[in-house]
């Protein structure tokens, strides 16, 4: 039987595109993108489908970067005893010559039977011949592209707890993006951490109680008081952070995020869509109401305040705590102005 799914594989003449959680097991399988944790939980999608397909199969890791020429020959050739092998080719943008060359000429023929081989590509324009023959012969392609936008993490988060039978607020979702959101890999980390930890409802109190001290998320509350208008608290809050090791810099980008998300919201005044913007539903609604108390005259005091403070903390100016100090000043100086 497993022999049966190891050669159905048949070669079409396009690749299919899949996520990471799609994975499929297939004589040929890509995985490409520079999200390594998404990278790594495909490989291991991939390697769950091998070991229920025969839990005997036997799993070889093989490096990119140092590849030796046959090496792949090596391990695809039949066997005396006929068991199942998975390779496993990781950090292929680092591919030697070698394994470029082998790589092609093992697609280009029919897949080596009891075998499935996996390579991961991480990024990069390194062995573009090779995955274009890879893509050419048909092997599915797992897509695990980059979660930069906000958007994007929190439905990557809102999916953690879903896949786990957990339910969690939208506010608890994006109060864990505000504090996380810089490192996927950490912020996966902490969706499984309250999953583990909390009962019930997850809820932004419990985002807060495990998460709040964090640089990203007091950023975040400095920002969120400036564009209030709040002053005493907006200042309150930056020298506590200053005071206890914060750096001005993620401070600087997190008042930037919210002064742009602010601009963007005068543009659904035209008529413009969320999605136009790059921005999830739930920042359009939010942006909407921050925005009400905002003139263009007070945001654009507000950019050119921020933009400031970043050249300032960033090694034009000599004293950053002075910038971005200056710059929550302004912040607050133009609400309603």
Not at 14 to 26: F, G, I, K, M, Y
Not at 145 to 172: I, M, N
Request: charged share 20%.
């Amino acid at each position: 039987m497993a022999t049966a799914s190891r050669s159905s594989g048949s070669r079409s003449s396009a690749a299919r595109s899949v996520t990471w959680e799609q994975a499929p097991l297939a004589p040929v399988v890509l995985i490409q993108g520079p999200e390594g944790l998404l990278v790594d939980r495909a490989i291991e999608v991939v390697t769950a489908g091998a070991r229920e397909a025969d839990p005997q199969v036997e799993r070889t890791v093989l490096a990119g970067a140092g590849y030796q020429n046959g090496t792949l020959l090596l391990h695809t050739s039949p066997s005396l005893f006929g068991e199942a092998r998975l390779i496993v080719i990781d950090n292929a943008e680092a591919a030697t010559d070698a394994l470029i060359t082998d790589v092609v000429s093992y697609v280009g023929h029919p897949p080596a039977p009891d075998v499935w081989l996996v390579i991961a590509h991480r990024g990069g324009v390194r062995g573009k011949k090779m995955l274009d023959a890879i893509k050419a012969s048909g092997a599915p392609v797992v897509a695990c592209e980059a979660l930069k936008k906000d958007g994007d993490k929190v439905s990557f988060a809102a999916q953690e707890f879903k896949r786990a039978g957990r339910r969690a607020t939208a506010g608890a979702v994006r109060a864990l993006v505000e504090a996380l959101g810089s490192d996927v890999r950490e912020l996966a980390s902490a969706c499984q951490q309250l999953i583990g930890d909390v009962s019930g409802t997850i809820d932004e109190s419990m985002v807060e109680k495990y998460y709040g001290g964090r640089v990203e998320a007091t950023g975040f509350k400095v920002a969120d008081a400036a564009i209030a208008g709040q002053t005493a608290h907006a200042i309150s809050l930056l020298r506590h952070a200053l005071a206890t090791g914060a750096d001005p810099v993620p401070i600087v980008a997190a008042l930037a995020l919210k002064v742009r998300t602010l601009a963007k919201a005068g543009a659904l005044r035209s008529g413009r869509t969320a999605a136009d913007l790059g921005m999830a539903p739930w920042q359009a609604d939010r942006a909407r109401k921050e925005l009400a108390n905002w003139t263009p005259d007070g945001i654009a005091r507000a950019i050119q305040a921020v933009a400031q403070a970043d050249a300032e903390v960033k090694g034009q100016g000599r004293d950053p705590v002075f910038a971005v100090e200056r710059a929550v000043l302004v912040i607050c100086q133009s609400y309603g102005r």
